[in-house]
């Protein structure tokens, strides 16, 4: 896996699949920029803007929003939901940012360092873009493991190979920016919102590989992991299709980047 998971074959089912429920888009915004320090001037980058399920509410509430994305699809979504917000998109990848040195006040990355091999490259470009003593607000989600019977069901019998993510692992999320030298400035901020889901409603997205994880997998192996699934909401849901309370969080955190490396005693 060399190549960044783009998500033009998600275009179409990416808001309804991913979006969040009516009224959290707002304060999920306001914690970003809360936890960015961005205001009304700032100018704020985001790598892997998507459809702006994060950059259209960001941008209300900033001077300008920049986005890019490897999938020009799913920008075209978001300029299609756009109404007034000062938002600028280009295809672009994260690992080679079209931008001069010291351009953006912030720069936001919400579920996307998972999908980039060149997840450090990625790092170093933000580090040049951002204007000195100005923060990368990372964030990502949590959820109340309410299905974590059926997910270990799938787990073991999908090759694990296959489950590994392109670029950062999922679970180093909290710490793998601390692990490069990137500073912490502030605690994890969250926001937590509530969805309901029945068990059979996360077999059929599995079986229509609405997750990115499973875009890999052949045929064979996708139908593996949906029987042993299958069979385990057999054995613990006898109504599969009634939908249950979960809890998700989102995580969000500004980081600094790590001192320049002071140079060297000239020769
Ligand atoms: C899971 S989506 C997240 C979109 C948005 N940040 C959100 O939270 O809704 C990840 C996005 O990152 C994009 N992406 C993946 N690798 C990329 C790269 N190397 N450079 C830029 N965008 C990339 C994908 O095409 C996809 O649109």
Same mark, same amino acid.
Request: aromatic share 10%; proline share 10%; hydrophobic share 40%.
């Given at each position: 896996?060399?190549?960044?998971?783009?998500?033009?074959?998600?275009?179409?089912?990416?808001?309804?699949?991913?979006?969040?429920?009516?009224?959290?888009?707002?304060?999920?915004?306001?914690?970003?920029?809360?936890?960015?320090?961005?205001?009304?001037?700032?100018?704020?980058?985001?790598?892997?803007?998507?459809?702006?399920?994060?950059? $259209?509410?960001?941008?209300?509430?900033?001077?300008?929003?920049?986005?890019?994305?490897?999938?020009?699809?799913?920008?075209?979504?978001?300029?299609?939901?756009?109404?007034?917000?000062?938002?600028?998109?280009?295809?672009?990848?994260?690992?080679?940012?079209?931008?001069?040195?010291?351009?953006?006040?912030?720069?936001?990355?919400?579920?996307?360092?998972?999908?980039?091999?060149?997840?450090?490259?990625?790092?170093?470009?933000?580090?040049?873009?951002?204007? #000195?003593?100005?923060? $990368?607000?990372?964030?990502?989600?949590?959820?109340?493991?309410?299905?974590?019977?059926?997910?270990?069901?799938?787990?073991?019998?999908?090759?694990?190979?296959?489950?590994?993510?392109?670029?950062?692992?999922?679970?180093?999320? #909290?710490?793998f920016l601390l692990d490069e030298g990137w500073q912490a400035a502030g605690d994890e901020q969250t926001h937590a919102y509530s969805v309901e889901r029945a068990p059979s409603e996360l077999l059929e997205a599995l079986r229509c590989r609405v997750w990115s994880s499973t875009w890999r997998l052949t045929d064979d192996e996708l139908e593996r992991g949906a029987v042993a699934m299958q069979a385990a909401i057999a054995a613990d849901y006898p109504n #599969?299709?009634?939908? $249950?309370?979960?809890?998700?969080? $989102?995580?969000?955190?500004?980081?600094?980047?790590?001192?320049?490396?002071?140079?060297?005693?000239?020769?």
């Open positions: 896996m060399n190549e960044s998971v783009r998500f033009d074959r998600a275009v179409d089912f990416y808001d309804q699949t991913r979006g969040f429920p009516p009224g959290e888009e707002q304060p999920i915004a306001a914690l970003i920029c809360r936890t960015g320090g961005f205001n009304e001037a700032s100018r704020v980058l985001e790598i892997g803007v998507g459809t702006g399920r994060i950059g $259209l509410p960001v941008a209300r509430r900033v001077g300008a929003y920049f986005g890019v994305d490897l999938s020009a699809s799913m920008m075209l979504r978001l300029k299609a939901k756009q109404q007034g917000e000062t938002i600028y998109v280009g295809q672009a990848d994260a690992a080679w940012l079209p931008f001069p040195a010291r351009s953006f006040d912030g720069v936001v990355a919400v579920h996307v360092f998972h999908l980039i091999p060149a997840w450090r490259q990625v790092l170093d470009e933000v580090r040049r873009v951002l204007r #000195p003593g100005a923060p $990368l607000v990372h964030c990502w989600t949590r959820d109340d493991q309410t299905f974590r019977k059926l997910w270990e069901a799938w787990r073991a019998v999908v090759p694990p190979e296959q489950q590994a993510d392109a670029g950062v692992q999922w679970k180093r999320n #909290p710490d #599969p299709d009634a939908p $249950l309370p979960m809890r998700y969080t $989102l995580m969000a955190r500004a980081y600094l980047p790590p001192a320049e490396e002071p140079p060297g005693p000239p020769f």
